[in-house]
């Protein structure tokens, strides 16, 4: 018969089934902290380590418990998936340059949406404000090096450009569209030269930390105004990710002259950007 009251013959509460009363870990440490500001490091720092054995099972018990209480008041459901217990499959097959290529073969694409890298285009005054075009860091934590593609067509002689990546806004942001550039990653802004033809690689000055199986946006700026645009090659088709069915990166209003912020607003309003069809050749290598 089922004890309504919640307590052993002796009137005593039980917390959970055949239960020892005594918390020395979880109630204990977590006992002056309500579930609208314990946190999941919380959880964590309380549990770990704890040896996965018999004499063990109530305090395991009580750590879902309370991880699950926590994650209820602070609508945390993806926790389930994420916090502590792995991360979801990336979006892309794991993928990376085979030992000892060369050439372009050293190198994967920023963006696994595009078809073909055969055509070209000529940039025009697009290039004096950033463009944004998507990049996927796949299961890489680190940018070893990025490389730009132009034609055998060279810009004016001594002219630069410049690369950054960008944090993407998602559902947790409040006040912002979903998959807007939002903050430049820290000594990820670099130089190229674009009065050359073919790949052009560039090293980071510093360390790049990326989130691993993350979406970002790569924003593409000239240094200077040109005489001559260089050209670049381009995507020959693409799976509509953002700007719309023919070009496929994004430009905020109001941007300044040949740079690369280091943020936007939720108040930018952003459009498709002409700079290229598509997307331009732009690849990476990472590492861990």
């Not at 005594?22 to 002056?32: A, D, F, K």
């Not at 796949?138 to 450009?161: H, L, R």
């Not at 000055?205 to 381009?234: C, F, H, M, N």
């Given at each position: ?156 002689a001594g002219t630069t450009g410049s690369l950054a990546i960008y944090t993407l806004s998602t ?70 990710y953002w700007g719309n069915p023919n070009y496929g990166g994004l430009k905020a209003a109001g ?34």
């Amino acid at each position: 018969m089922s004890n309504p009251t919640g307590t052993d013959s002796w009137g005593d509460r039980v917390p959970l089934p055949d239960a020892n009363k005594r918390s020395p870990r979880v109630y204990t440490n977590l006992q002056n902290i309500d579930l609208s500001t314990v946190t999941f490091a919380n959880v964590e720092a309380t549990g770990d380590p704890i040896q996965i054995e018999d004499i063990n099972e109530d305090e395991l018990r009580r750590i879902v418990l309370v991880n699950l209480a926590r994650m209820c008041v602070a609508g945390e459901w993806t926790g389930l998936l994420e916090a502590g217990g792995g991360t979801d499959a990336a979006v892309f097959a794991p993928f990376s340059p085979a030992d000892g290529a060369t050439s372009d073969e050293a190198f994967i694409p920023t963006a696994p949406i595009a078809s073909g890298w055969g055509n070209s285009m000529t940039y025009g005054s697009q290039y004096d404000t950033p463009s944004h075009y998507p990049f996927y860091s796949g299961s890489y934590t680190e940018i070893e090096e990025m490389a730009v593609f132009f034609t055998g067509t060279t810009a004016t002689a001594g002219t630069t450009g410049s690369l950054a990546i960008y944090t993407l806004s998602t559902a947790d942001d409040t006040g912002w569209e979903i998959g807007r550039p939002m903050t430049m990653v820290t000594n990820s802004e670099m130089s190229y030269a674009t009065d050359t033809g073919g790949r052009v690689e560039i090293t980071p000055g510093s360390t790049v930390t990326l989130e691993e199986k993350t979406w970002y946006s790569i924003g593409i700026v000239g240094d200077q105004s040109y005489v001559t645009y260089p050209t670049a090659y381009r995507a020959s088709s693409y799976d509509l990710y953002w700007g719309n069915p023919n070009y496929g990166g994004l430009k905020a209003a109001g941007e300044t002259d040949y740079t690369l912020p280091s943020a936007y607003t939720s108040s930018d309003t952003w459009t498709a950007s002409t700079l290229s069809f598509h997307l331009p050749k732009l690849q990476w290598r990472g590492t861990n």
